[in-house]
């Protein structure tokens, strides 16, 4: 089976959380390129120091930074099978990048799937989510907490909050998806392949409106 899957929408929509479960159950890589800047920072790479400042303040990394990573991941064997690409693209220069890309592979994309959440659940969600330093888990405080208070359940490592998930941050980061993001959707949508689903709602049931989106139906 071959599934080339965009996950667009604002940060804290919910796509790192669906596209972890279903890229496994589909058998693909799930590329985010979030978590990809953010484990370069932590290794101390050129790239990922670079990167850091962009990423603290809520802006976005420039363009080639990110269409350079993307392509040397998509390149990789693992990649034939097809991806869900979560936080990528996330201009227009991206999604054209992306689109030459995937052209030169003999490929091209089956969907692209937009979260819609509204702005004060957005917030409840940046706000409240920590992520795991060792494994990279997403909880929330409220609506997902570990077993035990601020101990992943996966690798019993610490959790933290996102240097960008502080208030301040957020703010600016849904700033810019809305003027720098949220154009995908007409450029999606020109060329049929968009289809939104209700990103609000219990994990599972976003996750069967997105399996019905690609066409996958549950594995018995
Ligand atoms: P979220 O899941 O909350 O939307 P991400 O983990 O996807 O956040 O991204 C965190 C930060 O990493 C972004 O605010 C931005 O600085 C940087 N980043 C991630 N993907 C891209 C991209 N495609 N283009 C530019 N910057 C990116
Ligand atoms: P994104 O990758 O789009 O930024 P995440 O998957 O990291 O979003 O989710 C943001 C926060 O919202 C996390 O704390 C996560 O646990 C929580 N979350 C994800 N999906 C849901 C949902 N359907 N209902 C409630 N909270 C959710
Ligand atoms: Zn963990």
Same mark, same amino acid.
């Given at each position: 089976?071959?599934?080339?899957?965009? @996950?667009?929408?604002?940060?804290?929509?919910?796509?790192g959380t669906?596209a972890d479960?279903?890229?496994?159950?589909?058998?693909?890589?799930h590329?985010a390129?979030g978590d990809m800047l953010r484990e370069?920072a932590r290794?101390?790479?050129?790239?990922?120091?670079?990167?850091?400042?962009?990423?603290?303040?809520?802006?976005?990394?420039?363009?080639?930074? &990110?269409?350079?990573?993307?392509?040397?991941?998509?390149?990789?064997?693992?990649?034939?099978?097809?991806?869900?690409?979560d936080g990528?693209?996330?201009?227009?220069?991206?999604?054209?990048?992306?689109?030459?890309?995937?052209?030169?592979?003999?490929?091209?994309?089956?969907?692209?799937? @937009?979260?819609?959440?509204?702005?004060?659940?957005?917030?409840?969600?940046?706000?409240?989510r920590r992520v795991c330093r060792g494994c990279g888990a997403t909880y929330? &405080?409220? %609506?997902?907490?570990?077993?035990?208070?601020? &101990?992943c359940d996966r690798c019993?490592g610490q959790l933290e909050?996102r240097?960008?998930?502080?208030?301040?941050?957020?703010?600016?980061?849904?700033?810019?998806?809305?003027?720098?993001?949220?154009?995908?959707?007409?450029?999606?949508?020109?060329? %049929?392949?968009?289809?939104?689903?209700?990103?609000?709602?219990? &994990?599972?049931?976003?996750?069967?409106?997105?399996?019905?989106?690609?066409?996958?139906?549950?594995?018995?």
């Amino acid at each position: 089976m071959s599934l080339r899957v965009i @996950f667009l929408g604002p940060p804290g929509a919910g796509k790192g959380t669906q596209a972890d479960e279903l890229a496994r159950e589909w058998g693909v890589p799930h590329i985010a390129t979030g978590d990809m800047l953010r484990e370069a920072a932590r290794r101390g790479t050129p790239l990922g120091l670079e990167a850091k400042r962009f990423m603290d303040e809520g802006a976005l990394v420039p363009d080639d930074v &990110v269409i350079g990573l993307v392509g040397e991941r998509l390149a990789e064997p693992d990649a034939v099978s097809g991806a869900v690409l979560d936080g990528f693209p996330r201009t227009v220069a991206q999604a054209e990048a992306l689109d030459r890309l995937l052209r030169e592979q003999g490929t091209a994309l089956d969907r692209v799937i @937009f979260f819609n959440v509204s702005r004060p659940e957005l917030l409840r969600r940046l706000t409240g989510r920590r992520v795991c330093r060792g494994c990279g888990a997403t909880y929330h &405080v409220v %609506s997902a907490p570990p077993r035990v208070p601020g &101990v992943c359940d996966r690798c019993q490592g610490q959790l933290e909050q996102r240097v960008d998930d502080r208030e301040e941050a957020v703010a600016t980061r849904l700033d810019v998806y809305e003027t720098q993001t949220s154009p995908l959707l007409e450029y999606y949508r020109r060329r %049929s392949i968009l289809t939104e689903i209700k990103g609000e709602g219990a &994990v599972e049931d976003v996750a069967a409106a997105i399996r019905t989106a690609v066409g996958q139906a549950v594995p018995s």
